[in-house]
Nanobody, 126 residues
Framework: QVRLAESGGDSVQTGGSLRLSCDAS????????MAWFRQAPGKEREPVAV???????NYQLSVRGRFTISRDNAKNALYLQMNELKPADSATYFC????????????????????WGQGTQVTVSS
């Protein structure tokens, strides 16, 4: 059974930093995508950043230059370093795992991901 567990969410002030972690277990595939999504109250779940097994990242435009996604394949771990946080970044952040696209890159839509964590709350106050 695949299990994803996020940690690292907290309340910070504008301009602060947080590092989210996701520990994954229960699978044997070596090639797969990992992603961070977020969902604010009353809004749809949106992609934040994705990364394939080779470590190629892609970011939502609003976080580019502020967030860094990384993964440790040996530990089956995923990370999201978030700097220069803004109130608009406040949301529940979810870790997700899914298949690669035929091109070797990652999908961008939540429906393409098969495994999800429970989420970790990030609150940024002004």
């Amino acid at each position: 059974q695949v299990r994803l567990a996020e940690s690292g969410g907290d309340s910070v002030q504008t301009g602060g930093s947080l590092r989210l972690s996701c520990d994954a277990s229960g699978f044997t595939e070596r090639t797969y995508c990992m992603a961070w999504f977020r969902q604010a109250p009353g809004k749809e779940r949106e992609p934040v950043a994705v990364i394939n097994s080779a470590g190629t990242p892609n970011y939502q435009l609003s976080v580019r230059g502020r967030f860094t996604i990384s993964r440790d394949n040996a530990k089956n771990a995923l990370y999201l370093q978030m700097n220069e946080l803004k109130p608009a970044d406040s949301a529940t952040y979810f870790c997700a795992r899914g298949p690669l696209r035929g091109s070797g890159l990652c999908f961008w839509t939540p429906s393409s991901y098969t495994d999800w964590g429970q989420g970790t709350q990030v609150t940024v106050s002004s």
